[in-house]
């Protein structure tokens, strides 16, 4: 199969970036809010909102069509809002509880208002776990070769609210955004000539077998496997070197992923 990465982005701390996730922290709110203006955000959850920045950066409004598809990967999109359910029925009773505030426990919500966003029709499907960043670019390839896409749209996100934070202390928030297309449009950085997955690194085919363990999750959750993928995806860009991609990839065990330009 061959898909084209026609734009990528990551969106952290430091703001915008070509995959450089930089030092562990939270992008702040005047960021955020300064990257995103568009109307209709007040129902998301903050991973959601991470992720509809790096999402709109690389998939303008109004640029959807009929068979376009969207991918969310993320590992902690619905904690803080789980908790904060829980916290309020169980301390006021649950006729107090905010029924809009329940659907951000559900976690495929979060793809769902991403791709209503955007206007996108297609599939939209959610990945889970701190590897899912990187899976969630393995599913986008998979619905282009499987011709339910023309053009696919793949994210890592995780915020860190404080709730995260009280378990995970050392947790950071950013997200990462490609956007997959079937055939090459204009500004494409890289060509996906190949994916694959396996239960183990040393499952892989030799060619792509990395040397040393391939990506980890780290303090960004799940915005570290697409993260990885945006920075090949721009180095291939700028020396016309091929690249490989390899990490955990939630159900799959490991994947990965090879780029040329």
Do not use: K
Request: aromatic share 4%; glycine share 12%.
């Amino acid at each position: 199969m061959t898909a084209h990465v026609t734009a990528a982005t990551v969106f952290g701390p430091a703001g915008f970036t070509s995959g450089d996730l930089g030092e562990a922290g939270l992008v702040s709110d005047d960021l955020v809010a300064s990257a995103l203006t568009m109307r209709g955000l007040r129902p998301l959850s903050r991973t959601a909102r991470l992720a509809m920045v790096a999402a709109a950066a690389v998939w303008p409004q109004g640029s959807s069509g009929g068979r376009d598809a969207v991918v969310l990967g993320s590992a902690r999109s619905s904690l803080a809002p789980l908790a904060e359910f829980v916290q309020v029925a169980a301390e006021h009773g649950p006729d107090q509880v905010f029924p809009m505030a329940f659907p951000n426990t559900v976690v495929s919500v979060h793809v769902g208002y991403v791709a209503t966003l955007l206007g996108i029709t297609g599939p939209a499907v959610a990945v889970c776990g701190e590897h899912a960043g990187l899976e969630a670019v393995v599913e986008a390839c998979a619905l282009l070769d499987g011709d339910r896409a023309d053009r696919a749209l793949a994210i890592g996100a995780d915020a860190a609210e404080p709730t995260v934070l009280a378990g995970e202390p050392g947790a950071a928030e950013a997200a990462a955004a490609v956007r997959l297309s079937a055939v090459r449009e204009a500004g494409c950085l890289a060509r996906i000539t190949g994916w694959w997955t396996a239960p183990s690194y040393d499952d892989l085919p030799l060619g792509v077998r990395p040397a040393a363990p391939g990506v980890a999750a780290g303090p960004f959750g799940a915005a570290s496997g697409a993260a990885a993928l945006v920075a090949a995806a721009h180095a291939v860009a700028a020396d016309g070197r091929p690249r490989t991609v390899a990490g955990r990839s939630g159900v799959y065990g490991v994947a990965a992923v090879r780029l040329v330009p």
